[in-house]
């Protein structure tokens, strides 16, 4: 029997949907509003309460807790942004003295200090149960078989779906990220149904199958991915869920917030529900801060509704997102909000147009000639930015006849130009040349600075 979901992808390892708490996912409207409405009280004055940054921040504005009559309430409170988490290294940003918290995760980020997140053992509960759903809507249950190979460590990744197997009572293989050969027989011996880790890695670990000499998606059981923490364009979805013969749900976190679990994807795979009763989402325009409308593009900001060590009240995230109108298929009730498109930061400006990676990838994964694998790089001409686009054939591409190779290239060169309206070069380069990632891959190689 088959899966027929949204994308036509037909997966004959079938598995049904179910769901780890119907009873919340499923909630009403009104209900789901006035459980947030409940917990945004709660969470404004736990924060004014207990952490000196927000009584400081909320007087500043002449905002108290008590003003909060209804969730439009929220806008009239500041945002928080990374560098007031930086700020507060260590512990400033803690409603509870550190020796409650029962863990403590951090992210260094690319630039300056790391930010530090506390979790008390009820926060970890919550998040493990946020990563449950996740496990529970690609079919998995207590008789399910994980592996994990997202890294553990600082990182929210591994421990993240490592805690949500825990609350749903599924076998766990705390594989990590990396040696990746041991990864892929472990995958096969144990009988794993689900893999969970970066998209790049879960192509690095199908790949490394196949080179192997398996057909993973007929030698391994392996029937849903639950794939995350970075971007991943439609034509990398569907080759990895042709490769290994899986269907893959894109799941959202990000460590300031909570891992992974902040949002997933169900099977209809269009939009990630948010796990509305432990955050509020909002879309805000990232100049005017103004909230925009349901379906526009904007800043992802949330509000932690649950969380008792590390709170956070509207923090900007730099994701730029939008919500996804009308009811979904599966039932769930919490609002979706679409795929990310890019994050604020990682905006590319080439030569005055606006672009970012993902939707770059986004053009080259409509040719067949080329894998998923790229990189850009970023050096500077005199004055002006140079970005040279490095893409890699598959192994079936010709590299003997130079004809092919240069009109693949002029092809590409046209495309981006149609679709994105920009000028790059693109440099075509033979299968393996770009460096794998075990981990979240690294697509723009910034050598401006270094003055090269
Ligand atoms: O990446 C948490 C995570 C782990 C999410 C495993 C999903 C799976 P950070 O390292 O703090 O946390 O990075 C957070 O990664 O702000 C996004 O820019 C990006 N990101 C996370 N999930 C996705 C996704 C983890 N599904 C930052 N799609 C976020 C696109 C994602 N980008």
Redesign the pocket.
């Known amino acids: 029997m088959s899966i027929d979901n949204s994308t036509g992808i037909m997966n004959d390892k079938c598995w049904e949907e179910k769901y780890y708490q119907p009873e919340i996912e499923k909630m009403g409207r009104e209900e789901i509003d006035r459980l947030q409405l409940q917990r945004l009280k709660a969470v404004a004055e736990h924060c004014y309460r207990n952490i000196p940054f927000y009584r400081q921040a909320f007087d500043s504005v002449g905002f108290k807790p008590e003003m909060i009559e209804s969730l439009h309430d929220l806008q009239k409170m500041p945002f928080t942004l990374k560098q007031d988490m930086r700020d507060a290294y260590p512990f400033k940003l803690f409603a509870v003295d550190v020796s409650n918290a029962a863990r403590i995760h951090a992210?260094s980020g690319t630039t300056g200090s790391a930010t530090v997140v506390g979790y008390t053992t009820a926060d970890l509960e919550n998040w493990g149960d946020c990563f449950a759903r996740a496990i529970a809507l690609v079919g998995g249950d207590g008789s399910s078989i994980m592996q994990v190979a997202?890294g553990y460590g600082l990182?929210?990744?591994g421990l993240?779906a490592h805690e949500g197997g825990i609350r749903i009572g599924a076998t766990i293989i705390p594989m990590s990220s990396g040696n990746t050969k041991r990864q892929v027989q472990m995958l096969k011996d144990m009988g794993s149904d689900i893999l969970a880790c970066t998209p790049s890695y879960a192509m690095l670990i199908a790949d490394t199958a196949i080179e192997m000499g398996f057909d993973p998606a007929n030698d391994f059981k392996v029937s849903a991915a639950i794939l995350?923490?970075?971007?991943?364009s439609e034509g990398m979805r569907q080759e990895i869920e042709r490769k290994l013969g899986v269907t893959v749900v894109?799941?959202?976190?990000?460590?300031?917030v909570m891992?992974?679990g902040v949002s997933c994807e169900c099977r209809y795979q269009n939009g990630l529900h948010v796990a509305e009763d432990h955050f509020i989402i909002e879309i805000v325009d990232p100049d005017t801060l103004e909230p925009v409308a349901d379906g526009e593009w904007g800043e992802v900001v949330f509000t932690t509704l649950t969380k008792e060590c590390s709170p956070l009240i509207r923090y900007r995230?730099?994701?730029i997102s939008r919500i996804i109108l009308g009811e979904c298929a599966c039932g769930r009730t919490h609002r979706r909000m679409d795929?990310?498109s890019g994050?604020s930061d990682d905006m590319l400006i080439v030569r005055g147009v606006n672009v970012f990676p993902s939707q770059i990838q986004q053009v080259i994964a409509g040719f067949s000639e080329v894998t998923s694998y790229y990189q850009i790089i970023l050096t500077s001409k005199g004055p002006l930015d140079q970005v040279t686009l490095m893409v890699e054939t598959v192994p079936e591409f010709s590299f003997d006849e130079v004809r092919r190779i240069e009109d693949l290239q002029r092809r590409i060169v046209a495309e981006l130009k149609s679709n994105l309206q920009i000028s790059v070069d693109v440099k075509i380069v033979e299968p393996k040349s770009i460096e794998r990632s075990e981990g979240k891959a690294k697509r723009v190689i910034d050598l401006r600075k270094a003055g090269e």
């Open positions: 992210s997202y990182f929210t990744g993240g995350g923490a970075e971007p991943c894109d799941i959202y976190g990000l460590s300031e891992g992974p995230t730099r994701d795929r990310i994050r």
